[in-house]
């Protein structure tokens, strides 16, 4: 092979590699401009600085050496003295480079082939870039291919311009597939590795359903309905959360179809997965009872705080709501991002008999009362002694049976049992060694001192280097069940935005920050609107 070959060959040859692999042409002249200068320091030697240039519209190659300008010559083959160099070029100064040309030659055999691995190298890196570049921008799309051969269990499958593989465990159970056959999977992560892309799919993921929707439901790809949310147990059963941007259009039964022919779909493509399609509620509470369908429920209790929630439903409802091995609860709590807690009216019923029961035996304790008076202040609402000591006489001697002596007998009985346990909380905080300055925090409570002073929290400054978590406790969804952490002042009923007030209100006590710095910013005027003063007001 001579450097002077065909120059309209070399060009085809160029857009032939680069139409099939799909890649620049540039790239593909780039790569034999490196592997004539290759070829051409195996012959003038490999400390030779050789520059090769092909015209991309002639063909012409253009190879020429560069050679250092220097004062004092070491190496006549990449060194040039100052005043040769200034001969060709009279601007020259040393560290400049001097371009000498240099006729074409002949490749040897080893040169053409160690030519080629050039080649061949760099225009399959081009074509790795190319197709991790392509599927990068794919991922979160259903993608169709071949099943290319199985490893393992593993499935490759042939994307047309790349290979992907479904991994044994992103495949759905007893689902087989065999050489040729056809397969539909969704792009969840394309990574770059040595060997090249590596794109992997999966059946399994939530969002191929909801993907899968999208294909089915116009409305869904549309924009006009909304997937908010998807739970699914592959293979088994999935629960999908949607809803309408249009009031006139009903989500569930877009979604569901003529007959249910665009559920019916979705089903077949993932095995005859059973689907619940459930409209979403903004309520949490509302959107809970949805998902628990198709058990009906009698109440829910919420606890933002914790992200808990309790559901009543009837004796004869309690399997339906579990559903099998607590499949419909875990898809339902899943699906809503709230840890669900399933209780039956009679043990819902048992346990207010046993909160009842508590809160009647605290007043006996407490106030140094008898059991029917116990359970008379219970009866009426009452959940602790705080809440008799600090309510209003008049409202104490509505009660049946009783007087004002009697409403002010109680309520200094109260007053009394609270102070008993102020000061026992207070020397108990004094023994842990919690400073008196935690004490002026607002919000915080002699109790809560004691708490804070159990888990090493003992002066202004450690309550402000704590987190909002660190007091109230966090859900670790980490693992396979949602876990509650425990915080500091767990059991105080404290919510999120009254803790983080407490911390910020240390912060200021600390002088880590100031008071202004809690201020919400003010309101910008518009650009464009001035300020003025009317009837006493500023308005813009």
């Given at each position: 092979?001579a450097?002077?070959?065909?120059?309209?060959?070399?060009?085809?040859?160029?857009?032939?590699?680069?139409?099939?692999?799909?890649?620049?042409?540039?790239?593909?002249?780039?790569?034999?401009?490196?592997?004539?200068?290759?070829?051409?320091?195996?012959?003038?030697?490999?400390?030779?600085?050789?520059?090769?240039?092909?015209?991309p519209?002639?063909?012409?190659?253009?190879?020429?050496?560069?050679?250092?300008?220097?004062?004092?010559?070491?190496?006549?083959?990449?060194?040039?003295?100052?005043?040769?160099?200034?001969?060709?070029?009279?601007?020259?100064?040393?560290?400049?480079?001097?371009?000498?040309t240099?006729?074409?030659?002949?490749?040897?055999?080893?040169?053409?082939?160690?030519?080629?691995?050039?080649?061949?190298?760099?225009?399959?890196?081009?074509?790795?870039?190319?197709?991790?570049?392509?599927?990068?921008?794919?991922?979160?799309?259903?993608?169709?291919?071949?099943?290319?051969?199985?490893?393992?269990?593993?499935?490759?499958?042939?994307?047309?311009?790349?290979?992907?593989?479904?991994?044994?465990?992103?495949?759905?159970?007893?689902?087989?597939?065999?050489?040729?056959?056809?397969?539909?999977?969704?792009?969840?992560?394309?990574?770059?590795?040595?060997?090249?892309?590596?794109?992997?799919?999966s059946?399994?993921?939530?969002?191929?359903?909801?993907?899968?929707?999208?294909?089915?439901?116009?409305?869904?790809?549309?924009?006009?309905?909304?997937?908010?949310?998807?739970?699914?147990?592959?293979?088994?059963?999935?629960?999908?959360?949607?809803?309408?941007?249009?009031?006139?259009?009903?989500?569930?039964?877009?979604?569901?179809?003529?007959?249910?022919?665009?559920?019916?779909?979705?089903?077949?493509?993932?095995?005859?997965?059973?689907?619940?399609?459930?409209?979403?509620?903004?309520?949490?509470?509302?959107?809970?009872?949805?998902?628990?369908?198709?058990?009906?429920?009698?109440?829910?209790?919420?606890?933002?705080?914790?992200e808990?929630?309790?559901?009543?439903?009837?004796?004869?409802?309690?399997?339906?709501?579990?559903g099998?091995?607590?499949?419909?609860?875990?898809?339902?709590?899943?699906?809503?991002?709230?840890?669900?807690?399933?209780?039956?009216?009679?043990?819902?019923?048992?346990?207010?008999?046993?909160?009842?029961?508590?809160?009647?035996?605290?007043?006996?304790?407490?106030?140094?009362?008898?059991?029917t008076?116990?359970?008379?202040?219970?009866?009426?609402?009452?959940?602790?002694?705080?809440e008799?000591?600090?309510?209003?006489?008049?409202?104490?001697?509505?009660?049946?049976?009783?007087?004002?002596?009697?409403?002010?007998?109680?309520?200094a009985?109260a007053?009394?049992?609270?102070?008993?346990?102020?000061?026992?909380?207070d020397?108990?905080?004094?023994?842990?060694g919690?400073?008196?300055?935690?004490?002026?925090?607002?919000?915080?409570?002699?109790?809560?001192?004691?708490?804070?002073?159990e888990?090493?929290?003992?002066?202004?400054?450690?309550?402000?280097?704590c987190?909002?978590?660190?007091?109230?406790?966090?859900?670790?969804?980490?693992?396979?069940e949602?876990?509650?952490?425990?915080?500091?002042?767990?059991?105080?009923?404290?919510?999120r935005?009254?803790?983080?007030?407490?911390?910020?209100?240390?912060?200021?006590?600390?002088?880590?920050?100031?008071e202004?710095?809690?201020?919400?910013?003010?309101?910008?005027?518009?650009?464009?609107?001035?300020?003025?003063?009317?009837?006493?007001?500023?308005?813009?």
């Amino acid at each position: 092979m001579a450097v002077s070959a065909n120059r309209l060959e070399l060009l085809q040859i160029a857009e032939a590699v680069a139409r099939e692999k799909v890649i620049d042409k540039s790239i593909v002249l780039e790569a034999m401009e490196d592997a004539i200068q290759k070829a051409a320091r195996s012959r003038y030697g490999q400390e030779t600085e050789i520059r090769a240039e092909i015209n991309p519209k002639s063909g012409e190659i253009r190879l020429s050496r560069l050679m250092l300008v220097v004062d004092l010559v070491d190496n006549d083959n990449i060194e040039i003295a100052v005043e040769d160099a200034r001969k060709r070029n009279p601007a020259a100064q040393p560290g400049d480079y001097i371009a000498d040309t240099l006729p074409p030659f002949d490749f040897g055999r080893i040169a053409a082939q160690s030519a080629k691995q050039v080649i061949v190298q760099k225009v399959r890196d081009a074509e790795r870039d190319r197709q991790y570049q392509e599927y990068k921008e794919r991922i979160s799309d259903i993608v169709n291919g071949l099943v290319k051969r199985v490893e393992y269990g593993n499935v490759i499958v042939d994307l047309g311009r790349g290979e992907a593989i479904v991994r044994r465990d992103e495949l759905l159970p007893r689902e087989m597939f065999r050489p040729g056959d056809r397969v539909r999977a969704y792009v969840y992560d394309v990574r770059r590795e040595p060997r090249g892309p590596q794109i992997f799919l999966s059946r399994t993921h939530p969002q191929f359903m909801a993907k899968l929707f999208a294909q089915e439901v116009p409305e869904i790809y549309d924009g006009v309905i909304e997937v908010k949310a998807v739970a699914r147990d592959p293979g088994s059963r999935a629960k999908i959360a949607v809803i309408s941007r249009d009031g006139s259009i009903d989500p569930v039964g877009a979604c569901v179809g003529m007959r249910g022919s665009r559920v019916q779909a979705v089903v077949q493509e993932l095995q005859g997965e059973k689907i619940d399609i459930i409209p979403w509620s903004q309520d949490a509470a509302t959107f809970i009872v949805n998902a628990l369908q198709p058990a009906q429920v009698v109440k829910v209790v919420l606890d933002e705080d914790s992200e808990k929630i309790e559901v009543v439903v009837p004796d004869d409802q309690l399997s339906l709501a579990i559903g099998r091995r607590g499949q419909n609860v875990r898809l339902a709590s899943q699906l809503t991002g709230w840890d669900i807690d399933i209780l039956t009216e009679a043990e819902e019923s048992e346990r207010r008999q046993k909160e009842f029961t508590a809160r009647t035996q605290a007043f006996m304790e407490a106030l140094d009362v008898d059991e029917t008076l116990g359970q008379l202040l219970a009866a009426e609402g009452f959940a602790s002694v705080e809440e008799l000591a600090y309510v209003e006489p008049s409202e104490l001697a509505t009660i049946e049976g009783f007087d004002e002596d009697m409403a002010a007998e109680i309520q200094a009985r109260a007053q009394d049992y609270l102070a008993r346990i102020e000061a026992e909380h207070d020397a108990k905080r004094i023994e842990l060694g919690v400073d008196d300055a935690l004490k002026e925090v607002p919000g915080v409570t002699t109790a809560m001192l004691v708490a804070l002073g159990e888990n090493d929290v003992k002066s202004v400054e450690d309550l402000a280097g704590c987190a909002t978590d660190d007091l109230i406790g966090w859900i670790d969804r980490s693992g396979p069940e949602p876990k509650r952490e425990a915080g500091a002042l767990d059991g105080f009923d404290l919510s999120r935005d009254e803790a983080e007030a407490m911390i910020m209100a240390a912060r200021v006590k600390a002088g880590w920050i100031d008071e202004a710095d809690l201020l919400p910013p003010e309101p910008e005027a518009v650009e464009g609107e001035e300020a003025y003063v009317a009837d006493g007001e500023a308005r813009v």
